[in-house]
Antibody
Framework: QVQLQQWGAGLLKPSETLSLTCAVY????????WSWIRQPPGKGLEWIGE???????NYNPSLKSRVTISVDTSKNQFSLKLSSVTAADTAVYYC??????????????????????WGKGTTVTVSS | SSELTQDPAVSVALGQTVRITCQGD??????ASWYQQKPGQAPVLVIY???NRPSGIPDRFSGSSSGNTASLTITGAQAEDEADYYC???????????FGGGTKLTVL
C-alpha cells in the first residue's frame, strides 16, 4: 500500500521560501504524476504543480513564477519550493500521487485523471 | 476554459439520493474524478473515470457524465457522507490540473 509522508517548515516570514518534501513509500515512482495541492483556510483546493519521474514539470500559471518542483528518484522523494511567500500563501499543503489513463475508443474513449494517494497535509503559516 | 464549476452547497435528507454536479469544457476530454473531504482531513478519492470506485468506497457512491457535465450521486445518503466534495480533471490542453470550487453536502 502506497503511502506519502510529507514534511517541512510550518511557520515562515513574508519574503521567505517555503520548502516541503514528500516521500513515497511502498510503490513505484515511475508512471505517475507527483503533485502538490494547497488549501487556504476555509477555502477550496488549488493545484500548485506536478512532476513525473523523469523530471518533467507543469505548474499552475498563477504561481509559476515562484514555484519549483523537483524529484529525487534515488530517495523516492519530490519537493516543493515556493519563493517570496506572503500571507496569501498560508494554507494546508498536500502532496499526492496522480495518474492519467487513456480509455480505449472501443469502450468510450477519453481520458481519466485522478489523485489516488494523498499525504496528510502540512499547515504552513506566513506571518511577520 | 480551465474552470470546473460546482454548486457551493447541497443538502439531502438521511437515506435519500443526492446528485452533485460539475461543469467544465475539460470534461469533454477527461472524465471527472471526485474527492470527499471531511474537516481536518486530507481529500479521499471516491469516484474516478466513467464510474470507478477505489477499494473501500461504498457502492452508494456512483459517477456519470454527459457532455461537459459530470455528476456524483450518493444513493441512500448516510450521516457520515456529510463533507465537502470536489471534482477534478486535467484541463483541455492536458497540461494543467483543475479543481472545482467544492460542494458542501449537508445530510439532514
Amino acid at each position: 500500500q502506497v503511502q506519502l509522508q510529507q514534511w517541512g517548515a510550518g511557520l515562515l516570514k513574508p519574503s521567505e521560501t517555503l520548502s516541503l518534501t514528500c516521500a513515497v513509500y511502498g510503490g513505484s515512482f515511475s508512471g505517475y504524476y507527483w503533485s502538490w495541492i494547497r488549501q487556504p483556510p476555509g477555502k477550496g483546493l488549488e493545484w500548485i504543480g506536478e512532476i513525473n519521474h523523469s523530471g518533467s514539470t507543469n505548474y499552475n500559471p498563477s504561481l509559476k513564477s515562484r514555484v519549483t518542483i523537483s524529484v529525487d528518484t534515488s530517495k523516492n522523494q519530490f519537493s516543493l519550493k515556493l519563493s517570496s511567500v506572503t500571507a496569501a500563501d498560508t494554507a494546508v499543503y498536500y502532496c499526492a500521487r496522480a495518474r492519467v489513463v487513456v480509455v480505449p475508443a472501443a469502450i468510450g474513449g477519453g481520458s481519466v485523471y485522478y489523485m489516488d494517494v494523498w499525504g496528510k497535509g502540512t499547515t504552513v503559516t506566513v506571518s511577520s | 476554459s480551465s474552470e470546473l464549476t460546482q454548486d457551493p452547497a447541497v443538502s439531502v435528507a438521511l437515506g435519500q439520493t443526492v446528485r452533485i454536479t460539475c461543469q467544465g469544457d475539460s470534461l469533454r476530454s477527461y472524465y471527472a474524478s471526485w474527492y470527499q473531504q471531511k474537516p481536518g482531513q486530507a481529500p479521499v478519492l471516491v469516484i474516478y473515470g466513467k464510474n470507478n470506485r477505489p477499494s473501500g468506497i461504498p457502492d452508494r457512491f456512483s459517477g456519470s457524465s454527459s457532455g461537459n457535465t459530470a455528476s456524483l450521486t450518493i444513493t441512500g445518503a448516510q450521516a457520515e457522507d456529510e463533507a465537502d466534495y470536489y471534482c477534478n480533471s486535467r484541463d483541455s490542453s492536458g497540461n494543467l490540473v483543475v479543481f472545482g470550487g467544492g460542494t458542501k453536502l449537508t445530510v439532514l
